[in-house]
């Protein structure tokens, strides 16, 4: 498939809060928040133009992990299509989806019918996951969890993209045709080789200095100069805080973030997920909106 960034853009959205509550990334605001405060971000991010909004996956947390990822992780199919009748533009990203946790076929239906119900807005951002007790509890083997992936990942594909695998039918069919896009998750040589092979790849946690040579990769592996590309941003918050943010991030005018990021679009990548400090939601709400006004038109 072609990329879904439009050519000589670079686009930009977030993995939204409160859905996920691990402590390497959650606000404390968020702890005391649920759906109404999840959908006013959400919305936010759809009229500032925002190219998609994020939801994570995990289906169960180990007790010992609790502490540091929390047992929070919001269902990312229901969320999604929750979301998808409470926008109207943005699209909607599993970020990342385990393809492994599910049967190729059960996950092929839902993703066919979030696509449909949202008017042909769904990315599958996919990936092979990491957590050894939640594969477990699954009945899995972590150590296969990449063989797992791959094995499920042509039955997934054929039945989105045909409606048919085997003798068996799939039905609704998703409105993007032959099927929505996939991107791959991940941040090792691998990781990027599989993405190359799909329509795209989400970055996580590869550090900046790293992200020529997987771009690099990539590129090699794909064969061409196609497929979308994506960054994790630094922090970035629009204007001068009156606080402490407590973490380094990216601050001040939107000429001044607007050329912070060109360092990610001048390595080749094309679509960003931003993140913003904030202290509750009406202020994450109120970043959201400033930089879809001020820092995108400059993007």
């Known amino acids: 498939m072609a990329p879904i960034v439009p050519p000589g853009t670079v686009a930009y959205g977030m993995q939204l809060p409160i859905q996920a509550q691990s402590t390497f990334f959650v606000e404390e605001w968020e702890l005391d928040c649920g759906p ?4 006013a971000v959400a919305q936010a991010a759809d009229a500032a ?3 998609y909004i994020g939801v994570c996956d995990h289906v169960a947390i180990p007790s010992d992990l609790a502490p540091k990822m929390s047992a929070v992780w919001y269902d990312t199919i229901a969320t999604l299509g929750w979301l998808a009748g409470q926008t109207t533009q943005t699209r909607l990203l599993s970020t990342v989806f385990n393809l492994a946790y599910r049967h190729p076929l059960v996950s092929a239906n839902s993703f066919a019918t979030l696509d449909l119900l949202s008017g042909g807005r769904v990315i599958i951002g996919l990936g092979v996951g990491h957590v050894e007790k939640e594969f477990a509890a699954l009945g899995l083997d972590v150590t296969q969890r990449a063989k797992l992936s791959d094995d499920a990942l042509p039955i997934f594909d054929q039945a989105l993209s045909t409606g048919l695998v085997g003798e068996m039918q ?3 069919r998703a409105l993007q045709q032959p099927r929505p896009p996939i991107w791959w998750g991940g941040g090792v040589p691998a990781a990027v080789k ?3 092979k799909a329509d795209g790849w989400i970055p996580q946690g590869t550090p900046q200095d790293q992200l020529p040579d997987m771009i690099k990769l990539f590129r090699e592996t794909r064969g061409d100069d196609t497929g979308d590309i994506g960054c994790i941003t630094e922090w970035i918050y629009v204007g001068e805080p009156s606080w402490d943010l407590g973490r380094p991030a990216v601050t001040g005018s939107p000429e001044q973030i607007a050329e912070a990021m060109k ?3 001048d ?3 094309n679509h960003l997920q931003v993140r913003f400090p904030s202290r509750s939601v009406d202020e994450l709400i109120d970043q959201v909106t400033g ?3 001020t820092v995108g038109p400059l993007l």
Request: hydrophobic fraction near 60%; avoid cysteine; proline fraction near 5%.
């Open 36 to 39: 109404a405060e999840m959908v």
């Open 49 to 51: 133009g925002f190219f």
């Open 170 to 172: 799939i039905e609704p």
């Open 194 to 196: 599989r993405a190359a």
């Open 263 to 265: 360092v990610w679009s």
């Open 267 to 269: 390595m080749g990548v």
């Open 291 to 293: 930089f879809g006004k």
